[in-house]
T-cell receptor, first 114, second 113 residues
Framework: AQKITQTQPGMFVQEKEAVTLDCTYD???????LFWYKQPSSGEMIFLIY??????QNATEGRYSLNFQKARKSANLVISASQLGDSAMYFC???????????FGRGTSLIVHP | NAGVTQTPKFQVLKTGQSMTLQCAQD?????MSWYRQDPGMGLRLIHY???????DQGEVPNGYNVSRSTTEDFPLRLLSAAPSQTSVYFC????????????FGDGTRLSIL
């Protein structure tokens, strides 16, 4: 069985500062994928970034980067230079064991202050 | 390019009523799934399909049925609505390959009175 844990129900950050959203995972399968999604107040789910378990380098997509620490089973999302539009719910998700249907964490609410 | 289309966007039902939430995708994705989102619970998987004619249960399947007669459509049926099924429902599709993300519909907000 696979499990995703997001321990921060809510986070606050000042505009233009960086913020890290935590995600830990548990799986016995050596092959897995980790995803982050953003859900703004309008409700849609937006894919942000992906990290594969065999990827040698941490994934980056613009202002988003994934701090992947395999030994610690953590896949934290780092948002640099926060913007007001980054205020949203953020979900970490994982698939493993040959299944491409992910399991989601409970999410972290991020509020960016001006 | 429509992506994943869910209908209706909002629905109010009475306890005991049945209804079908529609989901269609035009990306020729093999994998489709239904999630429900409740406050503080994240997205929980209800049912999923890895191709036409193939469906399987997720984490919270009770009270829901699905079928997949075509690649494009994956309807979710509530057999006898209960207040505990009040939620936001998301349909998603993906290519079913390494690194491929889910593409989500806009969601259906369902209230059961």
């Amino acid at each position: 069985a696979q499990k995703i844990t997001q321990t921060q129900p809510g986070m606050f950050v000042q505009e233009k500062e960086a913020v890290t959203l935590d995600c830990t995972y548990d799986t016995s399968d050596p092959s897995y994928g980790l995803f982050w999604y953003k859900q703004p107040s309008s409700g849609e789910m937006i894919f942000l970034i992906y990290q594969g378990s065999y990827d040698q380098q941490n994934a980056t997509e613009g202002r988003y980067s994934l701090n992947f620490q395999k030994a610690r089973k953590s896949a934290n999302l780092v948002i640099s230079a926060s913007q007001l539009g980054d205020s949203a719910m953020y979900f970490c998700a994982m698939n493993s064991g040959g299944s491409y249907i992910p399991t989601f964490g409970r999410g972290t609410s991020l509020i960016v202050h001006p | 390019n429509a992506g994943v289309t869910q209908t209706p966007k909002f629905q109010v039902l009475k306890t005991g009523q049945s209804m079908t939430l529609q989901c269609a995708q035009d990306m020729n994705h093999e994998y489709m799934s239904w999630y429900r989102q409740d406050p503080g619970m994240g997205l929980r998987l209800i049912h999923y399909s890895v191709g036409a004619g193939i469906t399987d249960q997720g984490e919270v399947p009770n009270g829901y049925n699905v079928s997949r007669s075509t690649t494009e459509d994956f309807p979710l049926r509530l057999l006898s609505a209960a207040p505990s099924q009040t939620s936001v429902y998301f349909c998603a599709s993906s290519k079913g390959a390494v690194g491929q993300p889910q593409h989500f519909g806009d969601g259906t907000r369902l209230s059961i009175l």
